[in-house]
Every structure is written in structure tokens, then in C-alpha cells.
């Protein structure tokens, strides 16, 4: 049986590195084509088959409610004309899910944003998906293979890539034992470090799935790397009990936090259409 029915998606970050854009669009609510990051992310957890999105906000970002909401007035507009193809698959997300939303007062890192999202996963296990990591695959996405991971080793699982080692001061980077190619028992987890520092070039990217015991280690998490609360650091204490396993995921991944990555992005599903 599928266990995992939430995804909890931490969206209350400032967005620098798009700004201007970012000043009063959220950084979730960019579009990759015509669809926001956001979307693509609910989309992917959706084909997982969970059905509980949990959203994590912040000041500034009421467009995402909106948008996985009715707009009667436009549905209005467009009803019976060739346009309201359009809105076929955000209709198809808003009535396959639901939406619960909770504030991040003060932006303390994203180990804090997924303790904030406590209040709308409670006890059980669930998914993360950090929406500007966007992810395809031609076969089942990213979140659906950790799913079916989670069902066997029921525990705590990040999702991994192999980077440059010069990259690494962009992510948290794991180490441990191969039980297979594409599965690792993590025994060290370091955010950010600087290369030299870097314990292998295998760096976690923006999906897990976490146990609810993360929560109280969370609770006891000093800021870590940027004076933030990292999430890595809390995983760390659950690897060193054998908790958690790191997954190197069939399909591509695109940085979309970066403009670089967005612009990857959109050509990339772009060229897709043809
Ligand atoms: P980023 O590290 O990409 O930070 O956060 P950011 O603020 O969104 O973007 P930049 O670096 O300023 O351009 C990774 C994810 O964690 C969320 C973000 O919304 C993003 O999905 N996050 C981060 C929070 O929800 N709260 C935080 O306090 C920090």
C-alpha cells in the first residue's frame, strides 16, 4: 500500500537571484512555458499518488493560492471557446488534490520552512518537493521512483545527483555505503561545503521523503551553514542512525533557481512540443 499521501512544499524563500521578478511574483509562480514551476511540481506528486499538497508561504506569495483555485470570472469568459483547453490541466490538479497552506513568518532556512509545514503533515511520513527543482523523466517521475523506495526501505530518502566538484558550495553533498548503483546509505551529509571539503560529488537535489521524527530533530537544530536552519544538518543526526538512503533518480533535473537552469528549463520542455 501506498503510505505516503502528503507533499509538503516549502515555497516562502525571497527569490534573489530572480529579482526584479521575484519583488511581488513568487519564485514558484515562474512560468516554464506557459505552466508555473509550482504546478510542475504538484503535477509530479500527483502521478505519485499522493493527494495532499501542503504549502508553505510566505508574505508576498498569495498568487499561489490563487492560482490552484477557481477563477469564476475567467472560466466565465472563456466558456465554450477554443481557449478553455487552456485550463484543462490545472482543472485536472484542482480536482485531484487538496491544497493546505501555512505561513513561514521569518525565513530561517528551508530546515525551518519544513517545520513549519509540521501543522499540516503531522504524524505520518511525506514527500518534499522544492519546486525550482524541476525534474521530468520519460518514465515514472522522481517522486513516484522514491515512493516506491520509500514502500520497501521505510525510511527517510534525498534524491541525488552526480555534480562537478567545483559545484558543491551550491548543495548539501553526501557520502556513504553503495548498497547498489543508484542507492546509498548515507553516513555524512555537509551543506554547502566548500570543494576541497567536500566528502564525493554526489549532492542532494530538491525531493525527499522524510519520516515524522525529522520534526523533532528539526526542533533541536541550531542554525547551521548561512545562519540558516538546513535541513541536511537535521538528516545527519537520522543518517547516523542508519535512517536515511540517498537515491541517484532516473530522469534530468533542472536547476530553475538559477537563471541559468530556468532558461535550460524552457528550452529543454520547449523543444519537447515539436
Ligand atoms: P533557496 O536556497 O533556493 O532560496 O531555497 P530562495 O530564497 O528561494 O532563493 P534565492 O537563493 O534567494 O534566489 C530553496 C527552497 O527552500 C524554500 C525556497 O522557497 C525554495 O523552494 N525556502 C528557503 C523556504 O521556504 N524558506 C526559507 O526560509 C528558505
Redo the contacts with the bound molecule.
Sequence with gaps: MNTIKKCL???????????PA?KAI???MLPVLTKPLLQYGVEEAIEAGLNTMAI???RGKRAIEDHFDISYELEHQIKDTAKESYLTEIRKVITNCTFSYTR?I?????G???L?GETLIGEEPFAVI????LCDNEGDGVLAQMVKLYNEYKCCIVAVEEIAKEESSKYGVIAGDFLNNSLVKVTDMVEKPDPKDAPSNIAII?RYILTPEIFDVLRETKPGKGG??QITDALLELAKDGKVLAYKFQGKRFDC??VDGFVEATQYFYNKLS
Excluded at 522544492?130 to 527543482?133: C, G, H, S, Y
Design positions: 512544499f516549502p515555497a516562502a524563500g525571497y527569490g534573489t537571484r530572480f529579482l521575484t513568487p519564485k514558484e508553505v508561504t510566505g513561514q521569518e525565513m530561517k532556512g528551508l525551518h520552512a519544513i513549519t522544492l519546486a525550482d527543482d530538491g540558516e536552519i533557481g538559477s
